[in-house]
């Protein structure tokens, strides 16, 4: 989490090998992100990324099946595989009978599903979430929010950026971001959602009284 | 005045779909212009040849008029696209449906005076321009151009006719949608266009019922109105079949898996999908200008080849003079010296009496002295002797057969029935006697016979004698001598032929066709090169956030480059085929023309075909490899 300007997407877009770090390294999987030719970095972002954007980014041009099979199509793989692993996936999303229109027909909250199965459908060490709920009204946030942490117990791990503390109140550990820096970190531990929604709270108000927190 | 600078507004606004709409209509105001002015304003129709020149010309117009209206339609389908959700704006800000109509005429009104302007000034500039280089290119041709306000008047009134359809038809868009709709409009992308069966199958019937008259009928004045409705059938046709026949082809791709669903594939099929109705516009009319630039390049190549093919079938020898007795001892000697003056060597002079050739028809095998405006052969006759004593040939003829020399024509016949007798034919491809007598604009025919007496059967004139002998030297002393031989002999020019005066004789004759052809062709080069390019940047910036969002997946540049290049590869191929399978049709009409002409030759034909085939899809894969560029630029950038 973070003020506007903080950093948190530039560090989003470094992990995403989007962007080149000035100083420093990233580490993924024992693999330095830093230095990758634009080839290897391609390669690495389908293989081993997903992403979830604020505006979905889907494709107009291609069905909702299509543009989740997007990254498995640029890897190479045939399409019975494609197959198999959408199945289970637009289960766990709800979005079965979306697959066959077009992202144009479908509203936005079933649009960001669409864009998680995509993200979801590589098997991606990290999956990279840019204020994924930026768009959406409170009831399809949560929807979002809550798909994020089934996925999370299944053992994805999922790093979003965000400006809502109820959004944030989803995660395991918080990091709080502040000039390029990080400032504070939290732990849900076994603390209750809303107990975690509080902590956050003081932390953000902290922040921005520029306070030293424990 | 509101609608106005709302109108200017809704102009400058959008200035990313307006410009290239301002520039592909202004090409085709140009290329009308240029067309019209050919025919307005220049002297073509008095020029030898010239009413068929002009008539190939009005069908060019009509062609050209028929492209440039359905293009600019098209393309302003897609402005007005984007012009509806600002009119919905407005129209909930409290304008009336009145006012609206206002906006949409002034705006439309300024895209047209826009065109015009610029078309006009770019067609006078361009035919201008065209005409001095031309002119100093190819030597003086007895082509000239007058400046006149009557082609611009033409161009103003037809481009004024497309845009008030163009304006009735946004008119008739406003009445059926209310402003909500009118605002959600253009925030709803393009759907998925569907298969037209019954389109695609009114298009290749259109295109076949095309064909079929391109092909049944002759270039007469009467036949004009059939040859118009050949072009627009085709025309129509083309259209048809390349939006639907496209988006079938693509869906079919996309239905086989294995296809689809490769990395190229994928992007690329979806990519022309998504807005194959515009692209199948663009690719009918990139195919029926690469088929002009085909039609215009093949008849003028033909006509040059052509022409030195007719030089040889007039006049064999370098001179030849006609005279009605044998050239005397003294004007010989004449001819040695001046040879000697102008540095010229001779060959041995050789000499033939042929009958005075009489004018006529040939109706079947029966040839008819008659000398009206049907006529169009003359014909004369000579004896074996002379022609295997001249040609070093062993021919044997019996009395009921002949050889027969008809350069030029296609005379299928085995027998011709000549003065009430009929003989067996057999023809020959040489005779160096021959000779155009008084330089008249028929096609000579020479029958050999048998005897003298058959010869003054065949024909029965008198003899005229053709004393003929070949020339070397430098051309311009070639012509030099040739003028003082015929001088110095008082030989009327009309019995006169040297090869060097036919050849300038004959360029004055043809050039302004060729002038014509390849000006029409630099025009269709230049329009098609604007169109591709027009595509290419419009489909760029319309595929730009695609590559974008793509290459955040995990698109790496070369598979952007190799997606694109796939993607280019499969309509790339589209139109060149289209386009010869339109030139194919087209080649009857061409061949008749050119037998108009006498100078049709199949292996001509052929080859001037294949080579300009070659040629056009050598520059077309440089201008969409260059094009290519310009996308990828856009794309990944």
Excluded at chain 2, 101 to 114: G, R
Excluded at chain 2, 193 to 210: D, E, Q, Y
Excluded at chain 2, 323 to 348: D, R
């Amino acid at each position: 989490m973070g003020e506007s300007g903080a950093g948190k997407s530039t560090l989003l877009n470094i992990i995403a090998t989007l962007d080149q770090p000035t100083s420093g390294e990233i580490m993924l999987n024992g693999t330095d992100l830093s230095h990758l030719s634009e080839n290897e970095s391609s390669q690495f972002r389908r293989e081993h990324l997903g992403f979830v954007f604020q505006s979905f980014n889907l494709l107009d041009t291609f069905s909702n099946r299509d543009n989740i099979y997007l990254p498995l199509v640029l890897s190479k793989k045939p399409h019975q595989f494609m197959d198999n692993k959408l199945k289970p996936l637009s289960k766990i999303l709800g979005i079965e009978k979306l697959l066959d229109r077009q992202p144009s027909e479908i509203s936005g909250g079933q649009k960001q599903r669409v864009a998680i199965a995509r993200a979801l459908i590589t098997d991606p060490s990290i999956l990279l979430a840019d204020e994924p709920t930026g768009a959406l009204d409170s009831n399809n946030s949560e929807k979002i929010l809550n798909v994020f942490e089934q996925i999370n117990e299944r053992g994805q791990t999922v790093l979003m950026v965000t400006h809502s503390v109820q959004a944030a109140s989803y995660a395991q550990r918080t990091l709080f971001i502040k000039d390029g820096k990080i400032y504070n970190k939290l732990y849900r531990g076994d603390q209750s959602r809303n107990q975690y929604l509080q902590k956050i709270i003081d932390s953000l108000t902290a922040l921005e009284n520029n306070e030293e927190v424990d | 005045m509101v609608q106005l600078k709302l109108a200017l507004h809704n102009l400058v606004k959008s200035k990313n779909q307006s410009l290239p709409f301002i520039f592909s209509n202004s090409i085709w105001v140009t290329i009308t212009y240029i067309f019209l002015s050919m025919i307005y304003n220049t002297n073509i129709k008095t020029n030898s040849y010239g009413a068929v020149a002009n008539y190939i010309l009005k069908l060019g117009l009509i062609f050209i008029i028929l492209i440039a209206a359905l293009s600019t339609f098209y393309a302003e389908r897609l402005l007005s696209k984007q012009r509806t959700q600002e009119l919905g704006l407005y129209s909930m800000l409290g304008l009336t449906r009145r006012h609206l109509k206002q906006i949409v005429l002034l705006e439309n009104s300024l895209f047209y005076m826009i065109c015009i302007i610029i078309g006009s000034v770019a067609g006078i500039t361009f035919s201008k321009l065209a005409f001095m280089s031309l002119e100093s290119l190819l030597g003086t041709t007895s082509l000239h151009q007058n400046f006149t306000l009557l082609p611009l008047i033409y161009v103003a009134a037809i481009f004024a006719g497309i845009f008030i359809l163009i304006i009735l038809f946004d008119f008739w868009g406003l009445k059926r949608v209310n402003p909500i709709n009118l605002w959600a409009k253009s925030s709803q992308p393009e759907k998925e266009p569907k298969s037209h069966t019954l389109l695609a199958v009114l298009g290749i019937i259109a295109l076949l019922i095309g064909y079929c008259i391109s092909v049944m009928i002759k270039p007469t004045g009467a036949a004009f109105g059939q040859f118009i409705i050949a072009i627009v059938l085709v025309v129509a046709g083309s259209y048809l079949v390349f939006i639907t026949a496209s988006i079938s082809l693509l869906k079919i791709l996309k239905k086989n898996q294995n296809y689809y669903y490769k990395p190229n594939h994928f992007i690329s099929v979806s990519n022309m999908l998504y807005r194959m109705k515009q692209n199948g516009a663009g690719l009918a009319s990139i195919s029926l200008l690469c088929t002009s630039i085909l039609v215009a390049l093949i008849a003028s190549v033909s006509l040059v080849e052509g022409q030195n093919n007719l030089i040889n079938l007039w006049s064999p020898v370098d001179v030849q003079i006609v005279s009605k007795a044998p050239l005397s001892t003294t004007a010989k000697q004449t001819i040695h010296k001046l040879a000697n003056n102008y540095q010229i060597t001779m060959s041995q002079s050789h000499m033939v009496a042929v009958t005075t050739p009489s004018m006529g028809i040939l109706s079947g095998k029966h040839f008819k002295p008659q000398f009206n405006t049907k006529t169009e052969y003359t014909l004369s006759s000579l004896d074996l002797r002379q022609y295997n004593h001249l040609q070093n040939t062993n021919y044997h003829l019996k009395d009921n057969e002949v050889l027969m020399y008809a350069p030029g024509t296609n005379y299928l016949q085995r027998h011709i029935s000549v003065q009430g007798r009929t003989y067996k034919v057999k023809r020959i491809k040489k005779f160096n006697g021959a000779f155009v007598y008084s330089h008249n604009i028929y096609k000579s025919i020479f029958i050999v016979a048998a005897n003298p007496t058959i010869a003054k059967q065949l024909n029965p004139h008198s003899y005229v004698y053709a004393q003929g002998f070949n020339t070397h030297g430098t051309k311009w002393h070639q012509k030099q001598f040739a003028n003082a031989v015929q001088n110095a002999l008082k030989v009327d020019p009309s019995n006169f032929t040297s090869k060097y005066i036919m050849r300038d004789l004959l360029k004055a004759m043809f050039g302004s066709l060729l002038f014509m052809g390849i000006l029409i062709s630099i025009v269709m080069i230049c329009a098609t090169t604007m169109i591709v390019y027009y595509k290419q940047v419009s489909e760029g910036y319309a595929d730009k956030h695609n590559y974008q969002i793509m290459s955040k997946i995990g698109l790496s540049q070369k598979e952007t480059r190799k997606a694109i290049q796939s993607q280019v590869l499969t309509v790339f191929t589209l139109p060149i085929i289209g386009a010869i399978l339109n030139l194919i049709f087209a080649l009857p009409a061409i061949k008749s023309v050119l037998t108009i002409f006498s100078m049709y030759d199949l292996k001509i034909l052929v080859v001037v075909s294949f080579c300009t085939i070659s040629v056009l899809i050598i520059s077309y894969t440089i201008i969409y490899l260059a094009t290519t560029n310009v996308y990828r630029n856009i794309v990944s950038h």
